[in-house]
């Protein structure tokens, strides 16, 4: 696992598998929860820890 700190919407469409429209959207929707619970976001990025948590399960083998 890489230790940078946030993921780019390429590395999740390449990590799950779809399209970059589809991570974009992912992206977005994970940014919102974030900011929803009082966490500043960075648009065009996405905390690495909180992707595993939500979409690998807390699995760190495909990062």
Not at 7 to 20: A, F, M, N, R
Not at 41 to 48: A, P, Q, T, Y
């Amino acid at each position: 696992m890489t230790n940078k700190l946030f993921i780019t919407v390429d590395e999740i469409s390449e990590t799950l598998g779809i399209s970059v429209p589809s991570a974009y959207k992912l992206m977005k929707k994970l940014n919102d929860e974030l900011k929803e619970k009082g966490y500043y976001v960075i648009s065009g990025k996405l905390n690495r820890k909180y992707f595993v948590e939500k979409c690998l399960y807390g699995g760190t083998e495909a990062c």
